[in-house]
């Protein structure tokens, strides 16, 4: 559950859209963040949001493709229509709602974790701890009394304390867990923490029809039990609805 922060103002200006059945919606996703979004073998967007997207696209009858955009400048491209929709991990917080627009939560707050190198001691309130610039793992970082090192991609964090920059990194659990398992090298330490509201849809503030149909669409996958069955299968562990 990526934790984008809204840094500063945007200003645009931005025209209420109708969509109706049928229309073409572009969907703006990171692809670099697994399980909930990355590209395939193939180059597409895959993961969690992939499949999520095209069946709320599907529910809402609306025609979806999909765009890639680096993090750092995912809103400001939502807002200057770049794209319609943000489906890229990115939690519902009071900032970012200044900016933008969010559908209903379509999962449960996730914790984030601490990955280290295996068997390392890590001072969680004074050491160095490494996360995504722009997210609210640095925010809680930089709130602390650690010092705070940030890196455009969430694999340069990991590398960060590979290579000894960084004592620690705080990210997703859902992403950081699939590391520890998979290297010898790395493994989770210290408590979980549990941030955000839960992810959902960003959508410029003027959208609100669409807004509307995902939320709908949303609500009825949890209704019929499909967004559980897609969070068991890529979000293994994860709260359910």
Sequence with gaps: MKKLLATGAILAMTATAAF???????????????????????????GFERELGDELCKRAELTCTWVTNEWDSIIPNLVSGNYDAIIAGMSITEERDQVIDFSENYTQPDPSAYLALDGAEVDFAGGVIAAQAGTIQAAHVAAGGATLVEFATPDETVAAVRNGEADAVLADKAYLEPIAEENADVSLVGEDVLLGGGIGLGIRESDTELKDKFTAAIQSMKADGSLNALITKWLPGSATF
């Design 20 to 46: 109706a059945a049928g229309d073409v919606v572009r969907l703006g996703t990171e692809g670099a963040y697994p399980p909930y979004n990355f590209l395939n073998d193939k180059g597409e967007v895959d």
